[in-house]
């Protein structure tokens, strides 16, 4: 699950009033992401949701005001999840979030600030079952299955509280998340008009298309955490050889001659998506007319592209009282501009 959202109303919803328009015009934007720490991170994380994280960052000019990016572990219990895999891979994030470049200042767990699951019980509150069922991915995952967690159904409701606590002007997301949004826009919509204005109605915006990196051995299907095979999937922290050897045997097609070395989505998928992440990691094909050579190009051109990470990762890795401190900080900037919005919320409410 990632949020990621715009928002220029620092301040709008620590009122119950809603500002004057102008008034959130002249507020900068920020960012909100989250992601959820389930599965090992893969390549696909990297350039279509880490990357893009640390160049919006880079580009705003005050990001510790402006970007929020979190650790979506409470999401990660909707499905049976083992508490001690849990926390390695909450580990693993906080540290790969850091070693990617994004800003110590950016970063916070949504477990350490209660107000995410504070407001999501008032916003469970305001949600009716009858919408909770319609949600596509409910209706997915629970397909077939007898009992599902609780959380599974009620988790759009989370994800709205994520949202509203950082009352963004806009969230930009895909296709995959657009039914929540369009949730958390009801849900801000009917708690305004029940219980006073305390809300940002968030619009929905369509982001830039990113990187979209496709599995190596089934270029047809997206390079996921979860649900790939291990050897279509490059994970961000595999070591040279093992990247060496998963591109190696990624898969092609049988055209040879010069021209064979070409961008087709469609007739080519294989070769295509080799050509978009050496493109994405810097790298050139020119003058590569094999596939054999586009494999070893592409190969470099992904371990010179992690090996940084990697270095960053590991020294990370060696001093975790520095990453603890970063996300006790991290917590505390969070909750600052969380726990004013469900005050407000709280006492519109009547509590
Ligand atoms: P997920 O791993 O599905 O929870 O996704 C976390 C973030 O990584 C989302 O922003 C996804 O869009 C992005 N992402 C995941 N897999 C890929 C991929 N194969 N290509 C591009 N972006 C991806």
Redesign the pocket.
């Known amino acids: 699950?990632?949020t990621?959202a715009t928002t220029g109303a620092a301040t709008a919803a620590t009122t119950a009033a809603r500002p004057a328009p102008g008034a959130l015009a002249a507020v900068p934007d920020r960012r909100l992401s989250l992601?959820?720490p389930?599965?090992r991170?893969?390549?696909?994380?990297y350039?279509?949701?880490?990357r893009p994280m640390v160049a919006a960052q880079d580009a705003l000019p005050d990001p510790s005001a402006q970007c929020f990016y979190g650790i979506a572990d409470l999401h990660a219990l909707t499905v049976e999840h083992s508490p001690e895999e849990l926390r390695s891979r909450s580990l693993e994030l906080a540290l790969t979030l850091l070693a990617v470049g994004l800003e110590p200042s950016t970063l916070f767990v949504q477990s350490h600030v209660p107000a995410h699951r504070q407001l999501s019980y008032l916003l469970e509150c305001v949600a009716s079952t009858g919408e909770l069922n319609r949600m596509i991915q409910f209706k997915e995952k629970g397909r077939g299955v007898d009992s599902t967690r609780t959380s599974l159904f009620t988790y759009p409701v989370l994800m709205a509280a994520d949202i509203l606590l950082y009352s963004p002007r806009q969230v930009p997301v895909?296709e995959d998340q657009r039914q929540h949004v369009e949730l958390t826009r009801d849900l801000a919509l009917r708690f305004n008009r029940t219980y006073g204005e305390v809300f940002v109605v968030p619009e929905i915006a369509t982001p830039a298309a990113?990187?979209?990196?496709?599995a190596l051995d089934d270029p047809t299907r997206?390079?996921?955490?979860?649900g790939s095979q291990e050897a279509g999937t490059i994970h961000l922290l595999d070591d040279p050889d093992t990247i060496v050897r998963k591109v190696s045997r990624a898969v092609t097609d049988s055209e040879t001659g010069p021209d064979a070395v070409r961008r087709d989505r469609d007739a080519k998928p294989g070769v295509t998506n080799l050509l978009e992440i050496l493109a994405a990691c810097g790298g050139s094909a020119a003058g590569v007319t094999t596939y054999g050579a586009l494999k070893r190009t592409v190969a470099d051109a992904v371990v010179a592209e992690l090996e940084p990470v990697q270095a960053r990762y590991r020294a990370l890795a060696a001093d975790l009282t520095h990453v603890s401190a970063v996300y006790a900080e991290g917590a505390a900037r969070a909750r600052a501009v969380s726990e004013p919005v469900l005050a407000a919320a709280t006492a519109a409410m009547g509590l």
């Open positions: 699950m990632t990621l992601l959820k389930t599965g991170l893969t390549l696909g994380n350039l279509g949701a880490l895909g990113g990187a979209r990196v496709m997206k390079m996921g955490k979860t």
